[in-house]
């Protein structure tokens, strides 16, 4: 497997960690192919499907670089109930299930709203929220 060049010309070697400013990433040199795949051009949250829901219901959501991504769950007074993703990913379509039963003690019906967090070293940051309604 070929070994990878960074920015100041040094090679990246698998299993390295590189480290940003505020962030580490492990780079891993692993083949990927990308034919016939058109790789996002933009962020995306889309709305959660079905909705209202129960028992559970799927957020569909598009990063189109490698970004720290962090998708939570909020209840109508703005306290947290679910973390759903909290790690790096890569450019990509990606869809997550919410499902209040198995997180949420006595989930209770009604709006709760999810927010989409995709932060790159830089600084720049999307983030969107969007609204959804729990019914037992």
Known sequence: MANSVNGDGNPIVGDKWNFGENFAVQILNIPVSVENETLPQEFYLAQNYPNPFNPSTKI???????????????????????????EFKPAGNYQVEFNPASGIENPA???????LQASSPKG?????????VYLK
């Open 60 to 86: 569909r959501f598009t990063i189109p670089e490698l970004r720290f991504t962090i998708l939570k769950v909020y209840d109508v007074l703005g306290n947290e109930v679910a973390t759903l993703v909290d």
């Open 109 to 115: 019906s009604g709006i709760y709203f999810y927010q």
């Open 124 to 132: 720049q940051a999307f983030i969107q929220t969007k609204k959804m």
